[in-house]
């Protein structure tokens, strides 16, 4: 029997990469969704399955199918230039799209051209999409029909930094420091010298400094100004995971118990973010295959100095978990489903 059987479909273009991967894994645990597979490049290879497993349905990546197959939403697991060019043909098939490149995420053609260095050819788009970080644009994200999944790195220095901004307890005239690491699978599969074995097993280091293409996901999102926040990323060796250190001095927080308090109330109810007592941190295995996002803070009144860490899975979290998130948001069933 299909297991599949009377649950909607929905379309994941690039689901050979890690990310496209991750999303047919969680979706396989959705109770009432079917994936079909879109594939997008004529020389792709499938990867070979057990006896007896099945694989869902295999169509082309093209308007018709989405009218064929009735898909209501499609995940662009893709990069940049290949959700340009199929972002808008999905849209007007009359699918609703999510996508998890950077196509999207900056609403200003200018801020796209200086960050990544080519000009943004779907311009009319970029005003309709709505920024995937459900916990601070959840009403908009239930009402979109095109979403911008947010970046790996940007979605947990958000969540860690923003609340701050808001209570008005950060220092930002002293600046604000986020020291981050990712495991290599948040460089994508395709195949380069950075990310290859030799590269990366037994090293350690910083790529895009000073010029990283999430930065200005973090100011828009966080409400710095680019000369309030430096960010570095460096390359761990390791599968997945993101942990973020960041560096901060604040104003009027007299004890720990109060800088908690600041991310309690921001957060309360949220299904997808853990706080820690102060004084403890997260690691990476405490988020790794999940859609958490854990944060721990040590502070200390005396210097008002508050080391923030947090922590995501950037295939979860930072990419598919998140993408789910959002669909359930989008589709109208439980945030958590097939999640938790």
């Not at 890690?18 to 969704?33: F, K, N, P, S, V």
């Not at 940007?154 to 420091?177: F, H, K, M, Y």
């Not at 721990?296 to 930072?318: C, H, W």
Request: glycine share 6%.
């Amino acid at each position: 029997m299909n297991k599949y059987s009377d649950r909607r479909p929905v379309g994941i273009v690039g689901h050979r990469g890690y990310a496209g991967a991750e999303l047919l894994r969680i979706l396989a645990d959705h109770a009432a969704l079917e994936p079909v597979l879109m594939e997008h490049r004529a020389d792709a290879e499938a990867r070979p399955l057990p006896l007896g497993q099945t694989p869902p349905k295999t169509v082309a990546a093209h308007p018709r199918a989405v009218r064929e197959e009735r898909l209501e939403l499609v995940f662009l697991a893709t990069p940049t230039e290949v959700s340009l060019d199929l972002a808008p043909r999905f849209l007007d098939a009359g699918a609703k799209v999510i996508d998890l490149s950077a196509a999207f995420r900056l609403p200003d053609p200018e801020d796209y051209s200086r960050w990544y260095r080519e000009r943004h050819t779907a311009q009319d788009l970029l005003k309709q999409a709505v920024y995937g970080l459900p916990e601070f644009h959840r009403d908009r994200i239930r009402t979109a029909r095109l979403i911008a999944n947010p970046g790996c790195y940007p979605t947990a220095a958000n969540l860690a930094i923003r609340p701050l901004i808001d209570a008005e307890v950060a220092d930002r005239a002293r600046g604000i420091i986020c020291d981050a690491k990712s495991g290599v699978s948040g460089a994508g599969r395709k195949a380069s010298l950075r990310t290859s074995f030799c590269e990366v097993a037994e090293n350690f280091a910083a790529y895009g400094i000073l010029a990283h293409r999430h930065i200005p996901e973090v100011l828009q999102h966080s409400g710095l100004g680019e000369r309030e926040f430096t960010f570095t990323a460096h390359l761990l060796p390791l599968e997945r995971g993101i942990l973020e250190t960041i560096y901060l001095r604040t104003l009027r927080v007299e004890k720990p118990v109060d800088f908690l308090s600041i991310y309690e109330e921001a957060y309360a109810g949220e299904p997808f973010i853990r706080l820690y007592a102060p004084g403890k941190t997260p690691d990476l295995r405490a988020v790794q295959r999940t859609n958490f996002c854990d944060i721990g803070f040590v502070f200390d009144p005396e210097s008002q100095r508050a080391i923030i860490v947090a922590a995501i899975d950037n295939l979860g979290k930072g990419a598919a978990g998140q993408a789910i998130q959002n669909m359930n948001l989008l589709l109208g069933f439980p945030e958590t489903e097939a999640l938790l």
